[in-house]
């Protein structure tokens, strides 16, 4: 069975950092571009940040660079989302998606499989 189980997220005061993870099925992580998009009351889910298979080509959306580091360690089947220096509006459900090609896409359209979300929140 396909699955992508986010973890990490949680309440933090403005400034403070969070460590996402997406644990994924291992057939469906083998040579797949992963991504982190997320979605805030009232807006359309937007991608954060998306990593090639190999790790070699990275994207970040403006708005997190500097901020946001994504990662992957292909032994443990497992993608990483690094927040620091969180900002009220990076508060929103953050969702771990698998693309069925070894390079990433920033268009949500675009992916196959889908993990349940995990909130975030961000406190002034």
């Known amino acids: 069975q396909v699955q992508l189980v986010e973890s990490g997220g949680g309440l933090v005061q403005a400034g403070g950092s969070l460590r996402l993870s997406c644990a994924a099925s291992v057939h469906i992580f083998r040579g797949y571009a992963m991504a982190w998009f997320r979605q805030a009351p009232g807006k359309e889910r937007e991608c954060v940040a998306a990593i090639s298979w190999s790790g070699g080509s990275i994207y970040y959306t403006d708005s997190v660079k500097g901020r946001f580091t994504i990662s992957r360690d292909n032994a443990k089947n497992t993608v990483y989302l690094q927040l620091n220096s969180l900002k009220p509006e990076d508060t929103a459900v953050y969702y771990c998606?698998?693309?069925?090609?070894?390079?990433?896409?920033?268009?949500?359209?675009?992916?196959?499989?889908w993990g349940q979300g995990t909130q975030v929140t961000v406190s002034s």
């Open positions: 998606a698998a693309l069925t090609r070894s390079s990433y896409s920033t268009k949500e359209d675009e992916y196959d499989y």
